[in-house]
């Protein structure tokens, strides 16, 4: 038998997701997408006031078999949690219930991850439960970096030490990564940057540079 | 060997014809000498024989004279002969401006780019919504110092034909040399290097069922190529290397299998199949409508996402291809769906369907089948596409 690059874990959520559908009048939801691989996930959650849990929570997707496993996966995960203990699943959590997934995917399946955080911050504007607005420093820029995949190991570009320089400077953002320009991955490693801090609230534009 | 796999990626590889493994069989075990000289030994002058006699056939199909056709080892070589080659000679002595595509495959675009790092000045050239090319634009690219222009004759993707006998025409009149890669047209397609007056051609034999890791070059009588694969005299003192042997015979072997009839009875099978495609909701015909290879459809879906479909269809026994970047090494979306003017999503679901000898009407009918439940069901997933 042929060896796929997934997991039988993943494949059964693949060919057999949980959780899919729409929630109509959700107590929040969440679309994340990346313009770069071009996946796409709504997320829709039923949360009890009083407990403060999820009750009930819905996926779709516009992605490739991690992207939907992911999805599978990580509304399991939450189901029944409280928001805070939901807030704690991580990529990681999430790709180790599926058995792993091979290191170029897991920029698909990271977005799952984003969109449960997204939908439950949407619950807590919507609750009068955010803390004001963050300015955006050097130490938001490298957070927000470590959700941005290195396709060759499938660790995050913080991680494994990618990023050579970030500086911070009225509204504009510049980050150097160590990679050459014509490099295979250099262009979607550029898009994820963007996607991931384009639309902060303070930030006005966005510089990606390369090794010389 | 696959079981019950409905093989439709032929334009990435094809099963071997047992034809074609029967001729090379004896270059393998008898006649396994190098092919020699005239004053060597009997058994290499029989391989130099066999070869001779596979590069005779091969060139006659092109019209070609036997000289003027050099084996290589696929069409990955021919095509970065052709570019560096030509660089290499022109460089110095007429100029260093490279004309091509941004729909090329990646052989001819990647050779331009390594040259354009190299202090060559390299066009791409744009090509409209339906991957052709507008000649007038050419016309106007070509300066005095243009060495080259690489235009393919098909694309690799959405099969989109190029006027290659115009574009050969536009060169010749304004001096310069004309490369084209037809490893998706040869010999499917006439090509007469007898009438289009073109000086470079790539072809390979691994699309046409015949061996893997053989291909060949078309060199015009002195053309201004200089050498960059050194060591001995093979091929004419253009490429050096012990010669393929059976490769060089089961290509020859691979050409002359090919014909009109089987050529007609694959564009059956993809007018049918696209006519199936284009009855599912939201689908759209990628590349010309008429001037395209015979043997490919490729159909963007929308609202779902190729390599699922890819994988779904995997399940269901079907092999194809798709643009999407989800499946793509560099995690990029085709560059050929983005340069023909079309955005993520319509490279996100792009699939191709390309044919071969071994396919059949049932096919058709079954991979249609197939795809429609299998975008039904991952529409059902998707975010997309159920407010309209």
Known sequence: MTQLPYTETVMEHFKNPQNVGRIENPDAKSVEGSPSCGDMVALYLL???DTQTITDIKFESYGCASNIATGSIITELAKGRTLEKAKDITWKEATEALGGLPPIKTHCSILAVDGLRAAIENYEEKHGLVKERVPTTKNVVVKRLKRVMNPIVGLDLVRTKLVDDIEVEDGVVRVEIKLAEDHQFAPNIREEIHEKLDHL??????VVTYEA | MFGDLVYLDNSAATRLDERVLEAMRPYFLETYAVATSQFGYSAGIESREALEGARESIAARLGAKREEFLFTSGSTESSNMALKGVALALGEKKGRHIITTKIEDFPVLYSARSLGRRGFEITYLDVDETGRLDLDQLRDAIQAETILVSVQAANQEIATLQDIESIAKICQERDALFHTDATHT???????????????????SHLIHGPKGVGGLYVRERTPLTKWMDGGFQEFNLRAGAENI?????FAKAV???TLEETSRLRDMRDRLTERLLGIPHARLNGHPSLRLPHNTNVSFRFVEGESILLHLDMRGFAVSTGSACFSRS???SHVIMGIGGNHEQAHGSVRFTFGRFNTMDDVDAVAGAITEVIEKLREISPLGKDE
């Open chain 2, 186 to 204: 040869f010999p499917r397609l006439p090509l007469n290097v007898g009438e289009v007056p073109v000086d470079l051609v790539t072809v390979a």
């Open chain 1, 47 to 49: 949360v009890d006031e």
């Open chain 2, 256 to 258: 002359e299998l090919v």
């Open chain 2, 246 to 250: 059976p490769g060089a015979v089961g």
């Open chain 1, 201 to 206: 609230w303070d930030v006005e534009k966005v």
């Open chain 2, 331 to 333: 995690l990029e979306a």
